[in-house]
């Protein structure tokens, strides 16, 4: 049955989402994989990127993310809309300044992290992201 989270969950699970933001944007493909279980599926096709597994996501991240000279994901308005001790539907706003290679104007996005968590020895983790891309200004290719 679903109910409020605790504060203690609230805090760490806002402490996971903050870990995500700040592996992507230092490239710190090790800690971005503690993010997640082993087996979590994350969908980024909403802004023209990949769905596919925790590895291999993180793997063309890393090969993507060479050529991005800076990022830098704000993760806000975290909301836990369904709770058990074990579980958590999560979705939360981002807005992510960036910029692209080989163009001169900033590029900025934003939309919602969609998570389901899952309580495991190690805490709280992600099985599964799916990015909901609302807006891009100056997106890839666009300059």
Known sequence: MSRSAPAEDQLEISALLYRYARAVDGKDWALYRSVFTDDAVIDYTSAGAIRGSRDEVADWLATGFVAIPMSMHYITNIEILSYTDD????????????????????????????????????????????????WFTNPPGSG
């Open 87 to 134: 579980s958590a539907t999560v979705r939360a706003m981002f807005y992510n300044p960036m910029q692209l290679p080989g163009m001169t104007e900033m590029s900025y996005c934003g939309g919602y992290y969609h998570h389901e968590l899952v309580r495991t020895g190690d805490g709280w983790r992600s099985r599964n992201l799916r990015e909901e891309n609302v």
